[in-house]
């Protein structure tokens, strides 16, 4: 493992091409789906090795409800599997788990598991596994503006500090470093506020073969960018 001096505070993922993956096994896609979540673990305790701070993994966006029916309650039941044997070790290792998106197409058996861990997990201060699931970066500003209404707020109150607080990411930091595995150049819905001035980092490699190899080909790379948030 190198050493990497200057690790993102805040890394997001776009998990792509575990459909890909299964399919070059001549796998069922679910197979990919199941394959990419157990790559989940090894990434985020790689990062901690490198002192990463926040991960935001997007696991399920608005749009990934247009898929089989079967494909979608599978991914459903891989987030349950999840909650129910990866709780414990995150609250162990002192991490908070957030979620970020919608849960209200969630089965309220679903949805009590999750407010549980988060819930759990919630004064844990080592790192911050943040989980896109039913999100939209564009139905997340809808949302917002929804809330900024019901709350009254006038035009004059309005300012992007006040905006940000309305978002899922309340109080997070925006990512740093957005990373998209299988091979797409695209945001795909993902973070559309926060991603203002994310370095981007786009990979072919799939993301259940993103190992911890690719991890610090990736951080290196972060590494060498200048950012420069529109000053010189
Ligand atoms: C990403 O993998 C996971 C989700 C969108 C849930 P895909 O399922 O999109 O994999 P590909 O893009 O078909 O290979
Ligand atoms: C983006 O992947 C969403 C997630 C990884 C959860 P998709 O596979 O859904 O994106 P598109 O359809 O290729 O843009
Ligand atoms: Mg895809």
């Given at each position: 493992?190198?050493?990497?001096?200057?690790?993102?505070?805040?890394?997001?993922?776009?998990?792509?091409?575990?459909?890909?993956?299964?399919?070059?096994?001549g796998?069922?896609?679910?197979?990919?789906?199941?394959?990419?979540?157990?790559?989940?673990?090894?990434?985020?305790?790689?990062?901690?090795?490198?002192?990463?701070?926040?991960?935001?993994?997007?696991?399920?966006?608005?749009?990934?409800?247009?898929?089989?029916?079967?494909?979608v309650?599978?991914?459903?039941?891989?987030?349950?599997?999840?909650?129910?044997?990866?709780?414990?070790?995150?609250?162990k290792?002192?991490?908070?788990?957030?979620?970020?998106?919608?849960?209200?197409?969630?089965?309220?058996?679903?949805?009590?598991?999750?407010?549980?861990?988060?819930s759990?997990?919630?004064?844990?201060?080592?790192?911050?596994?943040?989980?896109a699931?039913?999100?939209?970066?564009?139905?997340?500003?809808?949302?917002?503006?929804?809330?900024?209404?019901?709350?009254?707020?006038?035009?004059?109150?309005?300012?992007?500090?006040?905006?940000?607080?309305y978002l899922?990411?309340?109080?997070?930091?925006?990512?740093?470093?957005?990373?998209?595995?299988?091979?797409?150049?695209?945001?795909?819905?993902?973070?559309?506020?926060q991603?203002?001035?994310?370095?981007?980092?786009?990979?072919?490699?799939?993301?259940?073969?993103?190992?911890?190899?690719?991890?610090?080909?990736?951080?290196?790379?972060?590494?060498?960018?200048?950012?420069?948030?529109?000053?010189?």
């Amino acid at each position: 493992m190198s050493q990497i001096n200057y690790p993102p505070q805040h890394i997001a993922i776009i998990m792509d091409g575990n459909g890909r993956w299964a399919k070059k096994r001549g796998l069922p896609r679910i197979a990919g789906h199941q394959a990419g979540g157990n790559n989940i673990r090894p990434t985020f305790q790689s990062l901690i090795n490198y002192g990463v701070k926040y991960l935001t993994l997007y696991a399920f966006s608005t749009e990934n409800w247009n898929r089989p029916k079967t494909e979608v309650s599978g991914l459903i039941h891989l987030l349950t599997q999840k909650i129910d044997r990866e709780t414990e070790n995150l609250h162990k290792n002192n991490i908070r788990l957030i979620h970020i998106g919608k849960t209200n197409k969630l089965s309220i058996k679903l949805q009590q598991k999750l407010s549980a861990a988060i819930s759990l997990t919630k004064n844990n201060t080592a790192f911050t596994l943040c989980l896109a699931f039913d999100y939209g970066g564009r139905d997340e500003i809808v949302q917002a503006t929804k809330r900024i209404i019901d709350a009254g707020l006038s035009s004059a109150e309005l300012d992007e500090t006040v905006f940000s607080q309305y978002l899922f990411t309340s109080g997070l930091p925006n990512p740093d470093f957005i990373i998209r595995t299988g091979g797409e150049n695209r945001l795909s819905n993902f973070l559309l506020w926060q991603a203002s001035y994310s370095e981007l980092y786009f990979t072919p490699v799939l993301w259940p073969d993103f190992n911890q190899k690719e991890i610090e080909k990736a951080l290196i790379e972060y590494e060498h960018r200048k950012r420069r948030f529109g000053a010189i």
